[in-house]
């Protein structure tokens, strides 16, 4: 689950211009596609995940749990402590693996390494933490749990941040991540672990060029993901959060999944998704993604959550960097395919058309994650289409 973006102050009458919070309107209890997830979608997202998994290994949380435009940073912690709340009723044994988000802050947006702020989004989620992981939340907001034979590590890329004002001043190794990546990846293959990358924002790009990280230091977590072909198959996978749409990205040796946002902030039904890993090797063998049509619980008055599709109908016979390009090539290469991966990124929602413009970009933000092989790509796909 992802992008929670808990509306503690939405109101049932209200004006949906005014984030559902004010002034008079026909904002129904239900929800609205204007604004933030309130309580009662909430609970029933994370209810419907009991239903569907409630035996499942862990789950992973990555980030966002504070409503958009927050009043203060009290109500954006007084959101996480909600949504822990109802995981703790509903997975009250599951291990729950949690990630920092760009909505987690105070002052929106803002932070830095040993940002005195971690302690207060700490506690908002404490039950999850064991000693140890909350000390290392505390100090920069990453840490690692070990299940099994996988080895989790909860990234803050959010630091990375282009809309943090902070990580505009931030240069080598903020906050000793990429370092202690290094060190965590090389402690897992001596143990003879596979490993499981999380986090809130993914490196590279995608239909907003202002909605990324800052370029050198979304370079250096890319170098910190890209293992030699000797080392390949150590990372079993990359798992974002923050577009709010259900997509995908490839590296040179690893696939990033990109899951949608359970908030219906913008036009998009929430969702939750389910993975399945091969017990011996932790492989990642498929998903199922769930979503709530709002605009059908709207007419029905309750909330129901329906499988959308499994990774297999979309071609996805397993979840790997190959299997990941393949996707990728079809979607660009087949215009049904194209259509079909619009209306699954939304959840099934009404949408907007894509522009040719955005669809570029989207084309080059899915293979090229490095600043300069995304503006190469660019560039060229440009001049084929004057050429065109």
């Not at 000793?176 to 924002?201: M, R, T, Y």
């Not at 790009?205 to 080392?231: A, C, H, I, Q, T």
């Not at 990941?324 to 660009?332: G, Q, S, V």
Request: net charge negative; with cysteine; aromatic share 12%.
């Amino acid at each position: 689950m992802t992008d929670v973006h808990l509306s503690l102050d939405y109101k049932a009458g209200t004006n949906s211009k005014f984030l559902c919070r004010m002034f008079k309107g026909d904002v129904s209890k239900i929800g609205d596609y204007s604004c933030d997830s309130n309580v009662d979608i909430v609970k029933s997202g994370i209810e419907a995940m009991s239903s569907i998994k409630g035996d499942a290994d862990f789950i992973l949380h990555s980030g966002d749990f504070g409503e958009h435009f927050a009043l203060s940073h009290t109500s954006t912690l007084e959101s996480g402590v909600q949504i822990q709340a109802y995981l703790d009723q509903f997975f009250p044994e599951t291990p729950i693996i949690f990630s920092i988000g760009n909505h987690e802050v105070w002052p929106l947006q803002s932070q830095r390494p040993n940002d005195p702020q971690f302690k207060g989004i700490a506690d908002a989620v404490s039950s999850i933490f064991t000693n140890e992981e909350y000390a290392a939340f505390v100090k920069n907001a990453y840490y690692s749990k070990v299940i099994g034979g996988l080895r989790i590590l909860s990234l803050n890329t959010a630091l990375y941040y282009g809309m943090n004002p902070e990580a505009a001043f931030l240069f080598g190794d903020p906050g000793g991540q990429f370092a202690w990546i290094a060190s965590e990846l090389d402690l897992a293959e001596q143990l003879g672990q596979k490993v499981l990358i999380v986090g809130h924002v993914p490196p590279g790009f995608g239909y907003s060029l202002p909605d990324r990280l800052w370029p050198m230091l979304n370079d250096k977590l890319v170098n910190s993901l890209e293992l030699p072909e000797e080392r390949k198959g150590l990372i079993v996978g990359c798992f974002w959060g923050h577009e709010h749409r259900d997509s995908l990205r490839i590296g040179e040796t690893v696939a990033h999944w990109i899951a949608p946002a359970l908030t219906t902030w913008k036009d998009r039904n929430p969702g939750v998704r389910l993975y399945e890993f091969d017990d011996n090797d932790y492989s990642i063998l498929s998903y199922k993604q769930y979503s709530m049509d709002l605009k059908k619980a709207l007419e029905t008055q309750e909330y129901t959550w329906d499988l959308l599709y499994t990774s297999q109908e979309v071609g996805l016979t397993t979840l790997n960097q190959d299997q990941a390009k393949k996707r990728i090539e079809r979607i660009f290469s087949d215009q049904e395919e194209w259509d079909q991966f619009v209306y699954l990124e939304n959840g099934g929602a009404d949408h907007e058309p894509i522009s040719d413009y955005h669809k570029l970009r989207l084309f080059c933000g899915m293979q090229f994650l490095k600043v300069t092989d995304y503006i190469k790509c660019k560039f060229n796909q440009e001049e084929e289409q004057e050429e065109y």
